[in-house]
């Protein structure tokens, strides 16, 4: 079993904040410099541009870095490997997710789901004193994907975030790798039949950029098995209690299969709620 547990004041910080957790050599805390979020940018574009098949702009592929206009509102978690320095001297980043509250999105002129989901009537219909938080550019080095600790910790750090500033909602996009919907036919018709978000909600994808995820008929979906075709994360997403918004998104810049995930902080499992330190 892994052994995560909150740092102790002699860990090598005087604080407890921004550091959430630690696990042996890894360890799970924001980024206080601009150092730390290019390293970050780094982690996204090893990952998004060189592992996979997203298509860098010419000013990224200079820089190899991931970078857009709300990297300078967002706050940045990472989990770092204090065994291994990188090129600054600076404990190398293996694990990445930015975390923009609707504060801050106001600072960036919206969210940037909304360049694929129609996200108003969520924005519009939640109660006035309701607080969200977008989670996207999540990602982490090949060689920790394995290693339970590494996930575990960034979603210890989202929930340690998400209690620090009462947040309501968690939502954002979450990816199948590939531009083919026919061949996501399963998964993306389980997400639709089993998943969907409440019609109040009314989340929808961008009608120019729309994709039916009614792919196959209910009765005819094995849950076990598209739970199984599921990506790591966004299976965490749907055990852990996310819904999913009407249709997907093809983004040809990363070569994937967007979905939208809409997360109420009080209909988080409770399992996932005592794994991740939130209350009950």
């Known amino acids: 079993m892994v052994n995560i547990h909150e740092p102790g004041p002699l860990e090598g ?42 298509v860098p702009s010419p000013d990224m592929r200079d820089a190899r870095r991931d970078f857009d206009r709300f990297d300078d509102v967002c706050d940045h978690l990472l989990v770092v490997d204090r065994s291994l320095t990188d090129e600054d001297g600076q404990p190398t980043v293996v694990g990445t997710y930015r975390l923009m509250r609707d504060v801050d999105a106001s600072r960036a002129g919206g969210f940037y789901t909304s360049s694929e989901y129609d996200i108003s009537q969520m924005l519009t219909g939640t109660a006035p004193d309701t607080r969200l938080l977008e989670l996207g550019r999540s990602c982490v080095l090949k060689a920790y994907r394995t290693r339970p600790a590494t996930m575990q910790l960034l979603w210890r750090g989202v929930m340690a975030y998400v209690a620090r500033f009462s947040i309501d909602v968690m939502f954002g996009c979450a990816s199948f790798s590939g531009t083919d919907p026919k061949a996501l036919a399963l998964p993306l018709s389980y997400l639709h039949h089993f998943h969907m978000v409440p019609p109040d909600i009314h989340v929808r994808a961008i009608p120019s950029l729309y994709v039916g995820m009614n792919l196959m008929p209910k009765e005819a979906i094995d849950p076990k098995e598209a739970l199984r ?43 996932y709620r005592s794994r991740f330190g939130l209350p009950a």
């Open 13 to 54: 910080r005087l604080e407890q904040w921004p550091v959430l957790a630690v696990s042996g050599a890894l360890e799970v805390r924001l980024a206080e410099t601009e150092i730390e979020v290019e390293a970050a940018q780094r982690l996204r574009y090893r990952v998004f541009y060189e592992e996979m098949s997203a």
């Open 229 to 271: 075709a599921l990506p790591p994360l966004l299976k965490g997403y749907v055990r852990a209690g996310a819904w999913i918004g009407d249709g997907a998104v093809i983004d040809r810049q990363f070569g994937t299969t967007d979905v939208f995930i809409y997360f109420p902080v009080s209909k988080i499992d409770a399992r």
